[in-house]
């Protein structure tokens, strides 16, 4: 596969602090990826970067092979959804679909339509009289009909109800198995996509921390549960992410593959194992008080 995105030793400064520090991925044409991390972890930062709304301070930064700066064989094939997306106070939805297909070379009128329908979406009403979820809508719409060869959704879809965001899921899904191109999706909500994900970057306090595909990662961290000296043995020397005790009981969340014979072992002292999802997981990796190893709590 191509490289539709490259960066090596990203790094965008605001005096001594460093919003995106030493940030080095690469994405493929033809995959979704999960851009996550907590509020404030350099996510839209870098976003910014792709789509030339900043300026980075150091490092290299190639999309399609060339810089995204003023570069507008660049740009008209990046589709940006974000959710603080501000539009003229005039606009009506109709007006921001009419834009959309003069900047998109591979816009699809006919597909756009159908998605109004799809949201019942109206028309002629002006932007700013639409709600939260409405808005969230319009941008969806956008960034599926331009079917841009890289596509990016950061938080789309606030104000959307869970009707609403399976909605998009399965359109996504189905215009991506028809149409090709690269995703990457930037949420919170990130049980409801990790089944969509196939590689996940996980930034924190500016750093990637974790570059890693989907697949690889699920069934890589494990809740055990027990007595609490039982726990303890099996953890021993294992990457403890976390662990919580209450009396004679304790609960450890670890990384890392377990053994048909490391299950049984567990299976026979007692103790119950529960693959953590992916969402956990990121809750554990990015939280300031992760483990390292061993077995003692902090």
Do not use: C
Request: net charge negative; hydrophobic share 40%; glycine share 8%.
């Amino acid at each position: 596969m191509s490289v539709i995105l490259e960066t090596k030793g990203l790094t965008k400064s605001y005096g001594d602090f460093k919003a995106v520090d030493n940030v080095s991925i690469t994405m493929e044409e033809g995959k979704i990826y999960g851009l996550l991390g907590r509020n404030g972890a350099g996510k839209t930062t870098i976003m910014h970067m792709i789509t030339s709304q900043l300026f980075k301070t150091s490092g290299s930064l190639l999309v399609f092979g060339e810089e995204p700066y003023e570069n507008n064989r660049v740009l008209s094939n990046i589709s940006f959804v974000k959710e603080s997306q501000k539009y003229p106070d005039n606009y009506k939805v109709q007006d921001v679909l009419a834009v959309a297909e003069l900047f998109y070379p591979n816009w699809d009128k006919e597909y756009a339509h159908s998605l109004v329908e799809d949201f019942q979406l109206p028309l002629s009403r002006r932007l700013k009289k639409l709600s939260r979820g409405m808005l969230s809508a319009v941008g969806i719409i956008v960034g599926l009909a331009s079917r841009a060869p890289l596509t990016i959704f950061d938080e789309p879809y606030l104000g959307l109800d869970a009707v609403a965001r399976n909605l998009f899921y399965n359109r996504l899904l189905e215009d991506f198995a028809e149409h090709p191109r690269t995703v990457v999706l930037s949420t919170h909500l990130i049980d409801e996509v990790s089944q969509m994900l196939e590689h996940i970057f996980l930034i924190d306090k500016g750093r990637i921390i974790l570059n890693e595909d989907a697949e690889q990662l699920r069934g890589r961290a494990f809740s055990i549960a027990g007595r609490a000296s039982t726990v303890d043995d099996f953890i021993h020397g294992r990457q403890v992410l976390s662990r919580d005790s209450i009396g004679a009981l304790a609960t450890a969340t670890i990384m890392g593959s377990l053994s048909a014979s490391e299950r049984k072992l567990a299976a026979d002292q007692g103790l119950e194992l529960t693959p953590v999802s992916l969402q956990q997981l990121i809750i554990h990796l990015t939280q300031d008080n992760t483990l390292s190893k061993g077995g003692a709590s902090k």
